[in-house]
């Protein structure tokens, strides 16, 4: 079987789109992280390393969510008991939050290696 030219052309372009998309995906991983912010109706997802501030629609009114300094928190929400306010803030990849009456929920994702592990198992 010989190669031809348009084999090796095939071959080197394979290749680069490979490399390309390995550096790129390192890069992303390389991020601080970011979070997932889920309704109802939509999925909104933010990185960690930009501030700002995320007003949310609900069943029982608005969610704000701020992110600030590399953390994610529940900052007021129109439900009664303002549990998920008090959930504090959540940085770390898989760590979540929830508001159950306006049924938002955002959690943090990134580099699998900052996970910590909360139980060992045998």
């Known amino acids: 079987m010989k190669l031809r030219i348009f084999d090796v052309i095939a071959l080197i372009f394979s290749l680069g789109v490979f490399l390309l998309f390995t550096i790129y995906g390192r890069s992303v991983n390389q991020d601080e992280g970011y979070v997932i ?3 109802e109706d939509d999925q909104l997802i933010y990185p960690l390393s930009e501030d700002r501030d995320i007003r949310v629609e609900g069943p029982v009114g608005e969610s704000l969510i ?25 940085h770390g990849a898989g ?12 959690y943090t994702g990134g580099n699998e290696d900052d996970r910590e592990v909360d139980a060992g198992v045998y």
């Open 66 to 90: 701020r992110i600030d300094h590399g953390t994610a928190r529940f900052e007021s929400s129109d439900c009664d008991d303002d549990l998920c306010v008090h959930m504090g803030e959540i």
């Open 95 to 106: 760590e979540w939050a929830a508001c159950l009456p306006n049924r938002v929920f955002l």
């Open 37 to 39: 912010i889920e309704t």
